[in-house]
């Protein structure tokens, strides 16, 4: 797969203009091939004062009462509401924070549709390096995305298995490009369909 470059002509794998860092959350797509959702990462949320960022490429949750005010990763009772878009705005202007939302401000999450990871950790208990079919798992606090072996039947202890309303599954493995990430060597092209 050739690298790809966004509508601004940013390459996905760095930015320069703020220093280098591996790019996660970047649609996969032309702009009518995803669909987003905007609203604000809640301070007032108890579930957000563990964490002061959202990073993109994140999982995101709400409240059904409250579907705009985002939380970081999922909580009980909370339902999946997307993945955390990159926004070239704030990887150029925030070099404070180049890597994601900070808790209190706007957030534009992908919904459906393709984005691409180009780092990832192996912490969770099992985690694994990502191959087509292994699974996706989720913190339950951060929303970090790492992946497990296929067939896997129970997430590690503050993981979850992430889900769309209906019970389907919500993020799935779609491309493994081994000259595309920094960490592990590999990017991962994931499909979310949290509606």
Sequence with gaps: MAIQNSISGIPQTSVAYRGQFPINGMPVGPKDSYNTIGGFLDPNDTNNAAVQSLTFGYVVSALPATPSQ?????????????????????????????????????ATLIARGWFRI????????????????????????????????????????????????????????????????NVGGVGVTLAVNIA
């Design 118 to 181: 180009s780092s990832y950790n192996k912490t969770a208990v099992g985690a694994i390096d990502p191959v087509l079919g292994s699974l996706v798992i989720v913190d339950t606090t951060t929303g970090e995305i790492q992946f497990v072996a296929a067939g896997t039947v129970t997430a590690p202890t503050g993981w979850f298995f992430p889900k769309s309303v209906d019970g389907d599954t919500a993020l799935t493995i779609v491309d493994i490009d081994a000259n595309m990430g």
């Design 70 to 106: 985002f939380v970081v990763g999922q909580p009980a009772t909370y339902i999946l509401r997307g993945v955390a878009k990159f926004d070239e705005s704030i990887a150029y202007n925030q070099p404070f924070l180049p890597t994601g939302y900070i808790i209190g401000t706007d």
